[in-house]
Nanobody, 126 residues
Framework: QVQLVESGGGLVQAGGSLRISCAAS????????MGWFRQAPGKEREFVAA????????VYTDSVKGRFTIYRDNVKNTVDLQMNTLKPEDTAVYYC???????????????????WGQGTQVTVSS
């Protein structure tokens, strides 16, 4: 089992920046692709970004490309999402996700992720 705990969410003005973090514990951290999804009130959950277990490959949804950057640290067992030039439409609960052991490639499909965190709220005011 892998446990994921997000932190760093909060309220920020439009145009500002925020970095959210996810700490993983439990089974070995390496070998898993990791990522972030988000869900806004009344909307479907959507993929945001993902990173391979080596950190060498990343995938982003179009709406965040050029503004968000995903990082991982396999020593600290963390994956971070740096969010810049935030917009009100980025307001959502952000969920950290991890694939099963051995699945090191990132994917934008929610069914590809076995482990999910509880989420952290990000609110962007206009």
């Amino acid at each position: 089992q892998v446990q994921l705990v997000e932190s760093g969410g909060g309220l920020v003005q439009a145009g500002g920046s925020l970095r959210i973090s996810c700490a993983a514990s439990g089974r070995t951290f390496s070998g898993y692709a990791m990522g972030w999804f988000r869900q806004a009130p009344g909307k479907e959950r959507e993929f945001v970004a993902a990173i391979s277990w080596s950190g060498g490959s990343t995938v982003y949804t179009d709406s965040v490309k050029g503004r968000f950057t995903i990082y991982r640290d396999n020593v600290k067992n963390t994956v971070d999402l740096q969010m810049n030039t935030l917009k009100p439409e980025d307001t959502a609960v952000y969920y950290c996700v991890a694939r099963s052991a051995g699945l090191g490639s990132p994917t934008g499909a929610s069914y590809g992720y076995r482990y999910w965190g509880q989420g952290t709220q990000v609110t962007v005011s206009s």
